[in-house]
């Protein structure tokens, strides 16, 4: 049930009078104490890490026979709904445009007096350092030079300039407007549902419209459950990439081949402890602070990027190629396999990216709304919608764009390498650019920075969820769960390496776009009643 959007909600835990003005603006600010004793031992986080472990335990003594039979059920789930991965999220894109749009826009996530927390810079600094970065490294130049050696559904020839648009094309779609269609989704209902209507920061309460006093029950502790697994499950996945990331840029550095499964674990342990120590110091400190470094550094080696390379090419292509993703836009959204091909290429990246949207859209949703309250429904929208696939866009052109200019004007060879191994094409791009020593240390650094913020901010929303949705959680809950991501992300290498971590992704994400759906349309239903609520007029 909403409450009248003119006064602050009456926080959870208090103890003062319901009436006190003081009382009201401090638990605001502080919903819960995270530092009672006993308050963070729940059903929710017991079994969360009971499932862990217990999966945990089987991938350590059974590897190959698990990952073989998450790869058949992968194989199964694309087959037989891959389809879903495509069409949910482009639906929720029409729905947020909608709400944007309408008098829905102006309602705030928070008290209809309440203000942005944090500057538009900081803010958007953090939504982008905290959710995709090791992903910008490693694909965006292994996704687009991959395409143009084999271009999606054979719409063009390989190697030929209809492939370097459709490569483009197909790139934004896979990082675009989708993915964020999903995390705005999520960020705009927790946000709504926290700071607003001062719920707990659980995906849970927000079903309420649809399912009732079951939301508080074990219905609603079983989605928050499945939350915590997807999530876990997503962002192990980045640290995979990240850790494979950094020993392949050592062995290009040093000349020792250090891009085995034991460095990459030992790289994981290493940052573990530097991402749980960041995020015990706070969003405040920690997460603001590094998120922003991170995102100076890469501004700065885009620019170089584009100055030392193709630079009217670059641009002539980005505009060509968002052009193209735009006015087709529809189309290439619902372009679905028409055989075995074209479903294992969808496998390997177009369903693969989706699937791994989906599982952190809790993730990136709990923190946007930790970051984004007094923001009103229209800017949250347009701004989460816009700027990072804007931004994202830039980027896989000037560095995929880059890569595919080299291989066409000089035949470097990047695509055919990054066929075998993805890690490698990034490394390649520089290695055909000045400083190429300078530039692979600092995207090796890039990556660590990437690690860090978005590991520490996992982190941080999984200690939010297994606290019973507490906005502050106690420190030994945040430095158990970065233990634990690491392990996962370790254990996960061991058993099989990167296709080890995707089929974990796919799995998590089936199910979960069934709550994807249940949000939608619990938030439409809240947000419908709190605009009826703003235009009745007051007696």
């Known amino acids: 049930m909403t409450q009248d959007s003119a006064a602050p909600p009456r926080p959870q835990g208090t103890t003062d009078p319901p009436g006190s003005r003081r009382a009201r603006r401090e638990a605001d600010r502080f919903p819960e ?50 389809w879903s991965l495509l069409v949910i999220p482009l639906g929720l894109l029409g729905l947020l445009l909608v709400l944007a749009l309408t008098r829905v826009g102006e309602i705030r996530l928070g008290p209809d007096g309440s203000r942005p927390e944090y500057s538009t810079l900081a803010w958007i600094a ?46 934004f779609l896979d990082w675009g407007l989708h993915a964020w269609a999903v995390f705005a989704t999520f960020g705009l209902a927790i946000g709504y549902s926290t700071h607003r209507l001062g719920n707990k920061g659980l995906v849970s309460p927000i ?48 000349g020792r081949e250090l891009s085995t499964t034991g460095v990459q674990i030992l790289v ?3 940052v573990t ?17 590094l998120s922003q470094t991170t995102m100076v550094i890469a501004a700065a080696l885009l620019l170089f990027v584009l100055v030392t390379g193709p630079t009217s090419w670059l641009i002539s292509l980005f505009l060509r190629s968002l052009g193209g993703y735009v006015g087709d836009f529809v189309e290439i959204s619902l372009l679905l396999p028409a055989g075995g091909e074209e479903l294992a290429w969808m ?42 696939s804007l931004i994202f866009s830039a980027w896989f052109t000037v560095f995929g764009g880059a890569a595919m200019w080299m291989d066409l004007e000089r035949d470097a060879g990047i695509g055919a390498a990054a066929a075998e191994n993805v890690n490698t094409a990034f490394f390649g791009l520089l290695d055909q650019l000045p400083l190429t020593g300078v ?19 996992n982190t941080y929303v999984l200690s939010v969820i297994s606290s019973d949705g507490r906005m502050d959680p106690a420190r030994s809950v945040m430095c158990m769960w970065g233990l634990l991501t690491g392990a996962t992300a370790a254990v996960l290498l061991y058993a ?36 009826l609520l703003r235009r009745r007029p007051r007696s």
Do not use: C
């Open 33 to 82: 104490d995270p530092h009672l004793p006993g308050r963070s031992l729940n059903s929710v986080f017991l079994t969360s890490v009971a499932a862990i472990l217990a999966l945990l335990a089987v991938a350590g003594l059974f590897p190959a026979p698990l990952s073989s039979a998450a790869g058949a059920a992968m194989r199964w789930i694309t087959a037989t709904s891959g």
């Open 126 to 171: 953090m939504l982008l350092g905290a959710v995709m970065g090791i992903g910008m490294i490693t694909y965006g130049v292994a996704e687009p030079v991959s395409h143009l050696v084999d271009p999606p559904h054979g719409l063009a020839a390989p190697g030929s300039q209809e492939a370097v648009v459709d490569a483009l094309r197909f790139t």
């Open 268 to 270: 994981i342990a290493l």
């Open 439 to 457: 530039t692979s240390v600092v995207a090796i650094a890039l990556v660590v920075l990437y690690f860090i913020t978005g590991a520490d901010s």
């Open 273 to 289: 402890v530097l991402f749980t120590a960041s995020a015990m110091s706070g969003i405040g400190r920690g997460i603001r602070t």
């Open 347 to 388: 496998q390997g990246w177009t369903y693969f990216m989706m699937a791994w949207w989906i599982s952190w859209g809790a993730f990136v949703g709990i923190f946007l709304a930790r970051i984004s309250r007094g923001r009103t429904v229209r800017q949250f929208v347009l701004v989460v919608l816009g700027v990072p």
């Open 207 to 254: 079903l309420r419209p649809l399912i009732g006093r079951h939301a508080d029950g074990a219905l609603g502790k079983a989605i928050d459950v499945l939350v915590i697994l997807s999530t876990l499950f997503g962002t192990t996945t980045s640290l995979g990439l990240g850790a494979a990331q950094i020993s392949q840029g050592l062995s290009l550095l040093t």
């Open 496 to 531: 099989g390496g990167l296709e080890a971590l995707q089929a974990a992704v796919m799995l998590t994400a089936a199910p979960f776009i069934l709550v994807i759906l249940a949000l939608a349309v619990s938030l439409v239903m809240l947000l419908r009643r709190d605009a």
